[in-house]
T-cell receptor
């Protein structure tokens, strides 16, 4: 069964450092998403991406965040200068059409120290 | 008003019980509706999409009432493996921003 894969599964970084979280969406999907979940809190939308551009983003997704689809398979989330409050589980998801379900990767646990 | 609200939980039920989860959403223009389950420290996994006509998948039944902006999930004959947090998810107006409810935790007890 096709699945979304994310790497790394856990990343520890120092405050102020840049991190890149990587995702390989399901191959025939066209819509890509990043979500995050701070421990004990709900899943929060960050950004959606379609046709090589951001289609929607939340207020969390400020200038410190960027996304890229550098080739036909990878989808990355970059955090330019990490803050302690960026510590969370980051989930990538993909979907084949706009109003259908999204399938989630297993997540990257980011710990900023 | 929060965008997606759910029963606060937790629900502790014995094996074999029937349990119902409720969810309300605030945006009447929402286009799509889902139930996901999330095990501790894992990713959300799709349980079922929710259609206006209601739908059933084995022991799980989902209902949608657009007029009341209300979604429900019924689990019959609960199993120990049903223990998880159940997430109500609503697709945004353009469908590209899935809004998650806070989740309702279910513990099925032997």
């Amino acid at each position: 069964e096709p699945e979304v894969t994310q790497t790394p599964s856990h990343q520890v970084t120092q405050m102020g450092q840049e991190v890149i979280l990587r995702c390989v969406p399901i191959s025939n999907h066209l819509y890509f998403y990043w979500y995050r979940q701070i421990l004990g809190q709900k899943v929060e939308f960050l950004v959606s991406f379609y046709n090589n551009e951001i289609s929607e983003k939340s207020e969390i997704f400020d200038d410190q965040f960027s996304v890229e689809r550098p080739d036909g398979s990878n989808f990355t989330l970059k955090i330019r200068s990490t803050k302690l409050e960026d510590s969370a589980m980051y989930f990538c998801a993909s979907g084949d059409t706009v109003n259908t379900e999204a399938f989630f990767g297993q997540g990257t646990r980011l710990t900023v120290v | 008003r929060k965008e997606v609200e759910q029963d606060p939980g937790p629900f502790n039920v014995p094996e074999g019980a029937t349990v119902a989860f409720n969810c309300t959403y605030s945006n009447s223009a929402s286009q799509s509706f889902f139930w996901y389950r999330q095990d501790c420290r894992k990713e959300p996994k799709l349980l079922m999409s929710v259609y206006s006509s209601g739908n059933e998948d084995g022991r799980f039944t989902a209902q949608l009432n657009r007029a009341s902006q209300y979604i429900s999930l019924l689990i019959r004959d609960s199993k120990l493996s049903d223990s998880a947090t159940y997430l109500c998810v609503v697709g945004g107006v353009r469908g590209q921003n899935f809004v998650f409810g806070p989740g309702t935790r279910l513990s099925v007890l032997p």
